[in-house]
């Protein structure tokens, strides 16, 4: 049987340096701070998944104790895993947000070299207000100097990417901001800029403003909603918050992908169900919870219509998750769809069809992949 074809419309880049057991422990985990003495993260859902998967892989048993799976991966090098990993998840393409941290993981092209795979950019929107910001300029002039900012990067770029849920939650005001309360909000953050504070977007005008302008190009807009690190607060994180906006932003026409969802995966598909804008996915939260994944992956389809759900994997850091949510991503659609035909709920002709448009055809559909922009 042929594998699925999939394209990760959510990914960041990899570490493709060699990493000690602290340093894989931390990547296997959302924590800011490491794990109590005596624990590891290797003792999660994930990283179970990990021992159980991604070791032969790495030539060894499945379930191999995490000691010897660190030490598997320093004999054979960075390079070497990250190039198994990646070339094994078998993924057609990859969007790359390349907004966070993006020093310490592979930007694009060199995700593609170690693929085999194109990879496209998503530009994190308030990153680029923050380096704007940086180079100076007025207040006056830095909603249009933003504006424009987004408007040149939409050039180079598959969609845009707001974290406005780490920055004071998703109950923002849902309409554009007027020009006079943006230089107000711009007067402000660079004051504080000048009198030494860190350049972090705070300013929730500002953040609504870089959304409307990624909305006037009409590219794809992704929002992080539900679980994240330790920098948001999930319950403002909650994707039914949006309402009003998805309501207000409809008239845009502009695509926007509600990104990982969970544990508000039901709530989300409420909202690509009610909005024809409106689309989501899963994302890391497959790889996250391990085992149960069929079972979120089936609640995330009970609303949400099939032409509206995508594939992530939301990897970051680590190859292995790369390659994890690919790979059991397809278990999880094969074992769900499988399911609703054996009920007779469902064709298995539509169980594959369904299972295309969510693995790669509604991404190349929605960020216009095959058409080249």
């Known amino acids: 049987m042929p594998q699925l074809p999939l394209v990760d419309h959510h990914v960041h880049g990899v570490v493709s340096a060699d990493l000690d057991r602290n340093e894989i422990d931390a990547m296997l985990s959302e924590a800011a701070s ?134 004071g939650g998703l109950a923002f005001d849902p309409g554009p901001p007027s020009a006079a309360e943006v230089q107000a909000a711009a007067d402000r953050w660079l004051r504080e800029i000048g009198r030494g504070a860190p350049t972090r977007l705070e300013e929730r005008v500002l953040i609504r403003h870089g959304i409307w302008a990624a909305l006037d190009t009409g590219k794809p807009l992704q929002l992080h909603t539900g679980y994240g690190d330790a920098d948001s607060r999930l319950h403002l994180a909650d994707p039914s918050l949006l309402h009003d906006f998805l309501a207000v932003s409809e008239t845009t026409g502009t695509p926007i992908m509600l990104l990982h969802c969970y544990p508000y995966h039901r709530q989300a598909g409420a909202l690509a169900n009610l909005f024809p804008h409106v689309y989501m996915d899963v994302g890391e939260a497959l790889n996250h919870v391990g085992a149960r994944s069929t079972a979120i992956l089936a609640e995330a389809l009970e609303l949400t219509p099939f032409h509206k759900m995508l594939y992530s994997s939301d990897a970051f850091g680590l190859p292995e998750l790369h390659y994890l949510g690919a790979v059991c991503f397809r278990r999880d659609i094969r074992k769900v769809t499988s399911a609703f035909v054996a009920d007779g709920a469902w064709s298995a002709a539509d169980a594959a069809r369904v299972s295309e448009m969510i693995g790669s055809a509604n991404a190349r559909r929605v960020y216009r992949l095959d058409a080249g922009a």
């Open 34 to 167: 490491a794990s109590p003495a005596g624990t590891t993260a290797f003792d999660t859902q994930l990283g179970f998944a990990v021992r159980r998967w991604c070791a032969p892989v790495l030539g060894l048993e499945p379930h191999a104790l995490a000691e010897v799976y660190v030490r598997r991966r320093h004999e054979l090098g960075g390079t070497e895993v990250c190039r198994r990993f990646l070339t094994a998840a078998q993924v057609d393409a990859w969007l790359v947000d390349t907004g966070y941290e993006s020093n310490a993981v592979t930007p694009p092209f060199e995700l593609a070299q170690l693929s085999g795979a194109p990879a496209g950019e998503v530009t994190r929107l308030e990153p680029l207000a923050e380096r704007l910001a940086r180079a100076g300029g007025t207040a006056s002039g830095f909603g249009d100097d933003l504006s424009t900012a987004i408007h040149e990067a939409a050039a180079k770029s598959v969609g845009f990417k707001s974290i406005a849920a780490y920055r």
